[in-house]
């Protein structure tokens, strides 16, 4: 079982920066992990994944301003966030497969206001 624990997230004005960080349990292998959000009455979308080799896919929303990335530590990824908006405001959650079996972590909030 895949367990995956977030950290960071909070509130900020438009143009500063946040740090999402998130750790996934319960795999020897290293695992291909993102980060989704949803905001207020709309559908959940994809901000960023990883893969175990390092691959990187971003929504076009976020092309430039995001940075996911994986830390020294086996299933650790991070998610830089520069430039927020406040269209960012969302829960954001970490994401993780093995198989055909999805793990989300609790998600964390995030909001961009002035």
């Known amino acids: 079982q895949v367990q995956l624990v977030e950290s960071g997230g909070g509130s900020v004005q438009p143009g500063g920066s946040l740090r999402l960080s998130c750790a996934a349990s319960?795999?020897?292998?290293?695992?291909?992990m993102g980060w989704y959000r949803q905001a207020p009455e709309k559908e959940r979308e994809l901000v960023a994944t990883?893969?175990?080799?390092?691959?990187?896919n971003y929504a076009d929303s976020v092309k430039g301003r995001f940075t996911i990335y994986r830390g020294n530590v086996k299933n650790m990824v991070y998610l830089q966030m520069n430039s927020l908006k406040p269209e960012d405001t969302a829960v954001y959650s970490c994401?993780?497969?093995?198989?055909?079996?999805?793990?989300w972590g609790q998600g964390t909030q995030v909001t961009v206001s002035s």
């Open positions: 994401w993780s497969a093995r198989g055909a079996v999805d793990y």
């Open positions: 319960g795999s020897r292998f290293s695992l291909t």
């Open positions: 990883i893969t175990s080799g390092g691959s990187t």
